[in-house]
């Protein structure tokens, strides 16, 4: 039994030297989030998307009852993300922070955290994605994810997204592609025709049954520490 499981984990980590993906650069995103960092060796932040209000990149509840926005700069034209701006709303990061210390100061890993997120919204970039890569990187460091992480924006996109995937795979030397069902199911990306291209295309396989999935990270990694690293990886 020994000797299988070390088989597993040793495939495991040769997919992962030639693994990526895509993410959309959200805010305070739930645990499950983090799983698909962890199988891959790069993952894409899609920054070149256009802008969407009132969407996952800047709206979070990060209790049943308590939402944060990072306010937005506006100009009336349609603009990626990587374009996009925070507003200079007075004190709007002291309001967040105000809101995450009421939710969660009693939580056991608390103070270990907080002082060093504080210090992530007290300097934050004007930049979106900056000031959002940033937090990205804090919960990385904290859940032990090594994954690299590269911007679409960098590339050409005058593509289909098919295509776009195939010149990363080309450019990065990636052998396998991994996907979530439900894009597939919505016809944002077609696997069928990367896998006819020789790109191996795979499912995330992602724990659906466990209580700490949809558990925000702030509360995860306040509860659990530096344990938060171990319990993340039974869901991936």
């Known amino acids: 039994m020994q000797k299988i499981l070390s088989l597993k984990i040793l495939i495991k980590e040769f997919i992962k030297i030639v693994s990526f993906s895509v993410a959309l650069p959200v805010y305070l995103p739930d645990v499950r989030y983090f799983t698909f960092f962890i199988p891959c060796k790069f993952m894409m932040i899609t920054d070149h998307l256009q802008y969407q209000k009132r969407s996952a990149v800047t709206h979070r509840y990060i209790t049943e009852n308590s939402k944060l926005t990072i306010p937005v700069e506006h100009n009336g034209l349609k603009q990626p993300l990587s374009s996009k701006k925070i507003a200079p709303v007075e004190k709007w990061n002291i309001k967040h922070l105000k809101r995450i210390r009421h939710q969660f100061h009693n939580l056991p890993y608390f103070y270990e955290y907080f002082y060093a997120l504080n210090d992530i919204y007290n300097n934050y970039d004007q930049h979106l994605v900056t000031f959002l890569e940033n937090l990205l990187g804090f919960f990385m460091q904290k859940l032990q ?31 396998t592609f991994y996907f979530k069902k439900t894009d597939v199911a919505a016809g944002w990306i077609n696997v069928h025709e990367l896998e006819k291209k020789n790109l191996n295309c795979q499912a995330f396989n992602v724990a659906t049954q466990s209580k700490y999935g949809n558990i925000n990270i702030l509360e995860f990694l306040f509860t659990y520490g530096p344990e938060a690293s171990f319990l993340i990886r039974e869901l991936a």
């Open 145 to 175: 994810i090594s994954t690299r992480i590269v911007h679409a924006s960098s590339f050409e996109q005058k593509t289909t997204l098919e295509n776009f995937l195939l010149n990363f795979s080309k450019v990065y030397n990636q052998k």
